[in-house]
């Protein structure tokens, strides 16, 4: 049997082949919601305009309406024979709604419905995102608050460098975070124009109202082209974009929570909840969870480059390559809900070690660069000068071994005969971040401000 949707052209139905290779309905299933939605605005515009009867497109409301319903409670049931949803929506809108159903497609292609219901799709979706960001963000303003003073080692080539405080550590992640909202709220932005209406690729003799479709789906403005409407997916590359740096920032925290959940590092300790064991080793306590946020960025990475190579060698206007653009997205989409409530709940939930961290941030003379700004700042040494003198009281401190705190006044003026006493005042790791008071820094009076700022900045609606 030939198609009921286009099958006039033809004297039989394509080979099981055929209809293997063209079959979306397997992933396309789940913009049912916005393409019921897209094809009630598209009805009731045809009525206002005079193109269909108000009695058909009530007629096509309602069946539209059931069909959604019945989609809910499992009894809509899609074939693989009707491809995609829009033909499966039609088919059985043809059913409910009799005769007026074979209306509903005037002045449309199924070219500018999918590009309006992805379009739908991905603006639910940011939003969703949005949501799932802000409680991350919630998360770890909390318990940056919580830890604004405790200190750590800050690392740079993941050598000891300066301390921290791990609330301002964790602070630096909201402001990434903040970031990859921006990042999607653009996207959205220039998302917001509605296709509707470009119908194939050129336009339509109907007069139709596009102004009207676009204002009832939530939409800025009608697409300004007709053949850009129904080819573009620049929306749904940005919106890869936007997820492949999102989720390099949660890889890089996944990283950070199984260097510091060591038992090298034992900076913190994931709760059971986020833990796994080991079939063989009974004492394991795995980061599984991290581990995989950190690995599934691998699969959102290739999600836009593999878009971006589909579109690249695309003439105008649409062409079925381009059904290929779902699946990338749906599997991002769901790929980062799952990360963000994982990582959600692994930081909400893991327990930091203050005792580790501190004994850590002091191994490494992390007062150096406080050593070398003191005789700057008392005593007026170039930097230069003053950075090869505190060097110098490293390699001293090195040999003995002890801390910089923990050489005497002599032994340092063996070094730099200027030292004095009062030196003693900038060292130490709690001398160190406490006076990192500068914009941006991480005193802990600094983090708690950030942290304060950071509510309002991101969490208030
Ligand atoms: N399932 C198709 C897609 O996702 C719908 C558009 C089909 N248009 C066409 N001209 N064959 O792209």
Redo the contacts with the bound molecule.
Sequence with gaps: TTSPIWGGRFARGPSAIMEDINV?IDF?CRLIRQDVRASKAHAAMLATCGIISQADSAAIVAGLDLILAESETGQFVPTRAL??I?MNVESRLAVLSGEAAGRLHTARS??DQ?ATDFRLWVRDTIDDLDRALIRLQAVLIDRAEQHADWIMPGFTHLQAAQPVTLGHHLLAYVEMLGRDRGRFTDARRRLNECPLGAAALAGTSFPIDRRQTAAALGFDRPAANSLDAVSDRDFAIEFLAAAAILTTHLSRLGEEIVIWSCEQFGFLRLSDDFSTGSSIMPQKRNPDAAELVRAKSGRIIGALTGLLIVIKGLPLA?A?D??ED?EPVFQTADTLMLCLAAMTGMMETAAFDRARMRAAAERGFPSATDLADWLVRVKGMPFRRAHHAAGSLVRLAEGVPCRLEELTLVQMQSVEPSIDASVFDVLGVERSVESRTSEGGTAPANVRAAAAAARTRFLSL
Aim: proline fraction near 0%.
């Design positions: 979306s396309d491809e995609d829009h199924r070219n999918v649409y079925k381009m059904q779902k």
